[in-house]
């Protein structure tokens, strides 16, 4: 059986003011439901600006254009962008690219927490599939494929009554 680890870090410091202050901003801009959402985007993002400075020491091109490119297909950076770029990013554009913000900013819902339970009931699909996960991160080729889940029922309306008499 695979150990499941965990995907963020808890802050260092509990009981800090400011950082408190600044993720319930972040927690009502987001329809987020629990702090421990701003902590595995931020570590999601603290991962990428890590391979951002090593790759800026070691001067290596072909890896330089991989991220670049990974965080292209993600939709949080543009297509002419630099290493400067990756380490300017912040936790909102990791917020950004979630399916719950997506959903409210396509208009499939009316507020960011309707769009959450949405996509938790399984309303919405991604490319014609369902997905019950409101932290799932959409890629530039998938954004377009979002919409309201469809059920085909596999008995037709005219074949109901012939099978009941």
């Not at 999601?44 to 600006?49: D, I």
């Not at 297509?79 to 396509?106: H, M």
């Not at 960011?112 to 399984?122: D, W």
């Amino acid at each position: 059986m695979r150990k499941i680890k965990k995907t963020y870090s808890k802050p260092r410091k509990p009981w800090d003011r400011a950082r408190i202050e600044e993720e319930r901003k972040l927690m009502k801009n987001y329809g987020l439901r629990r702090k421990r959402e701003i902590w595995r985007a931020a570590s999601y993002l603290r991962n990428f600006r890590q391979r951002a400075r090593d790759l800026a020491a070691k001067r290596n091109e072909e890896e330089q254009k991989k991220l670049l490119e990974k965080l292209y297909r993600l939709g949080v950076l543009e297509k002419n962008s630099s290493l400067n770029d990756v380490l300017g990013l912040t936790v909102e554009n990791i917020l950004e690219r979630r399916l719950q913000t997506i959903v409210y900013k396509k208009g499939l819902a009316n507020t960011l927490r309707q769009a959450r339970q949405l996509i938790v009931h399984g309303h919405i699909q991604i490319d014609g599939k369902s997905t019950k996960f409101p932290s799932f991160l959409v890629t530039r080729d998938v954004e377009d494929k979002i919409g309201y889940y469809k059920i085909q029922p596999n008995v037709k309306v005219g074949e109901e009554d012939e099978q009941v008499s």
